[in-house]
């Protein structure tokens, strides 16, 4: 128990993965995830470095009692993230600069520039599925809607208006869904205005 909180306030309550917001008292929807699988890299099973907090891995709520019966039924194409990779072995890694390179189109897609690993994103994680591309784009959408509320129309936006509501995002304790469609957003209308 005491782990999975750790890793949540270290990744500030985000799926390693998908970046749906992730809760401790929720504790059914909180898988630790080995980025090496326990079963081809059980001496690193309790490696913090290779340690991740994830969400329950479909657009469905997992059962409290965690009944892995009851999940499998959840249909593949609905699998995402550490659910969906199982103990397949992936090359994009949350924790090291592999996914940098991820560009969030406003569609809420996500395209990597390294063909493998994008087949990670879209076939082992699942990460362009219809739910997530949603998501994605409705968070895009508020986070547009509330700088406008708050700044005026985009032409007014400023580059160090933009800056500051950024570093006020990245300072959460626990930081907004989808943070790094919001990160992605915010850096390229600040690029915008160079």
Same mark, same amino acid.
């Given at each position: 128990?005491? *782990?999975?909180?750790?890793?949540?306030?270290?990744?500030?309550?985000?799926?390693?993965?998908?970046?749906?917001?992730?809760?401790?008292?929720?504790?059914?929807?909180?898988?630790?995830?080995?980025?090496?699988?326990?079963?081809?890299?059980?001496?690193?099973?309790? %490696?913090?470095?290779?340690?991740?907090?994830?969400?329950?891995?479909?657009?469905?709520?997992?059962?409290?009692?965690? %009944?892995?019966?009851?999940?499998?039924?959840?249909?593949?194409?609905?699998?995402?993230?550490?659910?969906?990779?199982? @103990?397949?072995?992936?090359?994009?890694?949350?924790?090291?600069?592999?996914?940098?390179?991820?560009?969030?189109?406003?569609?809420?897609?996500?395209?990597?520039? @390294?063909?493998?690993?994008?087949? @990670?994103?879209?076939?082992?994680?699942?990460?362009?599925?219809?739910?997530?591309?949603?998501?994605?784009?409705?968070?895009?959408?508020?986070?547009?809607?509330? *700088?406008?509320?708050?700044?005026?129309?985009?032409?007014?936006?400023?580059?160090?208006?933009?800056?500051?509501? *950024?570093?006020?995002?990245?300072?959460?304790?626990?930081? @907004?869904?989808?943070?790094?469609? *919001?990160?992605?957003?915010?850096?390229?209308?600040?690029?915008?205005?160079?």
């Amino acid at each position: 128990m005491q *782990l999975r909180t750790a890793l949540l306030e270290d990744q500030r309550f985000l799926c390693c993965y998908c970046m749906r917001s992730i809760h401790p008292e929720k504790k059914h929807r909180v898988r630790i995830e080995h980025h090496e699988s326990q079963a081809s890299a059980s001496h690193r099973e309790l %490696d913090w470095s290779n340690l991740l907090a994830g969400c329950s891995g479909s657009d469905k709520t997992r059962p409290r009692d965690g %009944d892995d019966a009851l999940t499998r039924r959840i249909p593949r194409a609905q699998q995402t993230c550490d659910y969906r990779k199982g @103990d397949d072995p992936i090359g994009i890694n949350p924790l090291t600069s592999s996914v940098d390179a991820i560009e969030y189109l406003p569609t809420g897609r996500l395209l990597h520039p @390294d063909e493998r690993l994008q087949q @990670d994103i879209d076939e082992r994680l699942n990460l362009n599925a219809a739910f997530l591309m949603s998501a994605r784009k409705a968070a895009r959408a508020r986070l547009l809607e509330g *700088l406008q509320a708050k700044l005026g129309t985009t032409r007014q936006w400023t580059r160090a208006q933009l800056s500051r509501y *950024l570093d006020g995002l990245r300072d959460k304790p626990r930081l @907004d869904p989808f943070m790094g469609v *919001l990160e992605h957003e915010l850096v390229r209308q600040i690029a915008r205005r160079r």
